[in-house]
């Protein structure tokens, strides 16, 4: 294994090939106590005093999750930051609550309460940092480990155009300068630290216990998902191949690269094929996509649709797959079904004619069948 002081050069390698951050960035990090998020904190903590980012920042949210262990977790990074001199934004916030109004899946809600958070705390940090928010970035924690999670979790449940890419390495303000890195690597970076060894400094935190992270028991339940795939499929996995996690992520990079290449000509029949309807808030209200789309190879065709609907939808929407295949089911022999309708993602719909495919909200499909005039986001 490599030496793990080479973590901090690493990571820096990372933020500088993949442009996620500069000099003047500020850096928000999210850190949970967990020895990834620990590592990323004095990784990040080393860069910004050698000028390779700018103000550092510390994010915690306390999901209330855990009763006194979660408090704990709070209690170590309020220490971290305060150890390394950084600024914290420390949130609590009742998910469990929030689960029982609303009925949400308790991950999901987790993960919209902590981008929350995240995106609040960067604007605070930007402005302490005298730096516009257009320069902010989030810096989360996810590795090599992670990345390799995320594929085997689609290969069982399946996925759409650029799912087996995994994660991104930058997602607009988001970025993941760990990706690289695999989770011994910094575990043994921040025991090499403790001990005073070439690890970017000696300091440490820890916890009441004398432990160098927290560590989450739910992470070795094998009956959630994640962690089934964990320890259960990746193990066998590695004995076959010790060097799995390198070259899966190899292979995800090349399958980038070609994902990006497909998602630009995807983009560019987006442009030239769609005319947007109305607005609401920042997103159209929907669109109208021209007969030549019919004529687009279909896998392009997916890639647009994705990208339409999430410009209607929002970034963060999950958009089914049905969808996706009802809307190319309104073209035939490369020209629109005149008088095909669907209806999708539950409050869409889908009308066509030889004007093209329109896709808008229910209710407003509705008010033009009537003979009413405009659009209900007009």
């Not at 609401?280 to 392009?300: H, M, N, T």
Request: glycine content about 10%; charged content about 25%.
């Amino acid at each position: 294994m490599e030496k793990a002081c080479n973590a901090i050069e690493r990571a820096a390698q990372t933020i500088a090939q993949r442009s996620l951050a500069g000099p003047d960035s500020p850096v928000l990090l999210m850190v949970s106590g967990g020895s990834d998020s620990t590592a990323l904190a004095y990784i990040a903590s080393e860069l910004s005093q050698r000028g390779d980012i700018g103000q550092v920042g510390v994010l915690h949210v306390n999901h209330s999750l855990r009763g006194e262990a979660s408090d704990a977790d709070a209690e170590f990074v309020t220490h971290l930051a305060d150890m390394l001199g950084l600024p914290l934004y420390l949130y609590t916030v009742d998910v469990a609550r929030i689960v029982d109004e609303t009925g949400d899946n308790l991950e999901a809600v987790a993960r919209r309460e902590r981008y929350g958070a995240a995106f609040d705390a960067l604007e605070k940090l930007c402005l302490y940092a005298g730096r516009p928010l257009s320069e902010g970035r989030i810096f989360t924690a996810h590795t090599r480990n992670d990345r390799v999670e995320n594929f085997y979790m689609r290969s069982i449940v399946g996925t759409g155009p650029g799912g087996f890419r995994s994660m991104l390495y930058r997602n607009g303000a988001v970025a993941r300068p760990l990706l690289d890195t695999e989770r011994d690597q910094l575990r043994e970076f921040i025991s090499l630290r403790a001990m005073g060894g070439e690890a970017g400094g000696t300091a440490v935190c820890r916890d009441g216990e004398g432990a160098l992270w927290r560590e989450d028991a739910t992470n070795a339940h094998t009956d959630q998902f994640r962690g089934y795939v964990r320890h259960k499929i990746i193990p066998p996995a590695q004995e076959r191949n010790p060097r799995l996690l390198e070259v899966l992520c190899r292979t995800m990079n090349l399958i980038a690269d070609e994902d990006d290449m497909l998602d630009g000509m995807a983009q560019d029949i987006v442009d030239e094929c769609t005319s947007w309807i109305g607005t609401e808030g920042d997103c159209p209200c929907g669109c109208v996509i021209a007969p030549a789309f019919g004529r687009r190879p279909v896998p392009l065709q997916r890639r647009a649709l994705v990208i339409v609907l999430k410009r209607i939808l929002g970034d963060d929407a999950r958009i089914e797959t049905r969808s996706v295949e009802e809307a190319i089911a309104a073209f035939e022999g490369g020209f629109p079904v005149s008088g095909f309708t669907g209806n999708i993602q539950g409050d869409l719909a889908l009308s066509a004619n030889k004007l093209g495919l329109r896709i808008e909200p229910m209710a407003a499909y509705r008010s033009r069948r009537k003979g009413q005039r405009g659009n209900t986001c007009e």
